[in-house]
């Protein structure tokens, strides 16, 4: 099966669903993010007060946000006149099954961060 026809309304549903889930990831990577390069500027300024190395460069992977790409399909969809829209498979894997093809360097730098929160939360709790 290379297309389908699906409902738009519960087309759009699902792309609010996960997009809403991807900006929840990417807020709680940034605010990890945050922390580390904050913690890593605390170190780095110590070390150079104290006389050690000068460390001016943090490489630390920057948290990826791709809300607009749903945005822009939700959009599409909102304006679109039809009730059924045809999806081929690739645009199923992205919209429905949420398989972008950013989906990889998404999880290798953004998600990480929130694995770091969550074991955060863990240890306190």
Request: glycine share 4%.
């Given at each position: 099966?290379?297309?389908?026809?699906?409902?738009?309304?519960?087309?759009?549903?699902?792309?609010?669903?996960?997009?809403?889930?991807?900006?929840?990831?990417?807020?709680?990577?940034?605010?990890?993010?945050?922390?580390?390069?904050?913690?890593?500027?605390?170190?780095?300024?110590?070390?150079?007060?104290?006389?050690?190395?000068?460390?001016?460069?943090?490489?630390?992977?920057?948290?990826?946000?791709?809300?607009?790409?749903?945005?822009?399909?939700i959009a599409m969809l909102e304006w679109d006149t039809a009730d059924t829209v045809e999806l081929t498979r690739g645009e199923f894997q992205q919209y429905v099954e949420n398989q972008w093809g950013?989906?990889?360097?998404?999880?290798?730098?953004?998600?990480?961060?929130?694995?770091?929160?969550?074991?955060?939360?863990?240890?306190?709790?």
């Amino acid at each position: 099966m290379n297309t389908i026809t699906v409902n738009k309304a519960n087309l759009i549903e699902t792309l609010i669903l996960n997009r809403d889930e991807h900006r929840a990831i990417f807020e709680k990577a940034t605010t990890a993010y945050r922390a580390k390069v904050i913690e890593a500027l605390d170190r780095a300024l110590a070390d150079a007060k104290a006389g050690g190395d000068l460390r001016t460069y943090i490489n630390l992977p920057v948290p990826e946000d791709h809300t607009d790409e749903f945005d822009t399909a939700i959009a599409m969809l909102e304006w679109d006149t039809a009730d059924t829209v045809e999806l081929t498979r690739g645009e199923f894997q992205q919209y429905v099954e949420n398989q972008w093809g950013w989906r990889a360097s998404f999880a290798a730098n953004t998600m990480s961060y929130s694995s770091m929160l969550d074991e955060e939360e863990a240890n306190r709790g």
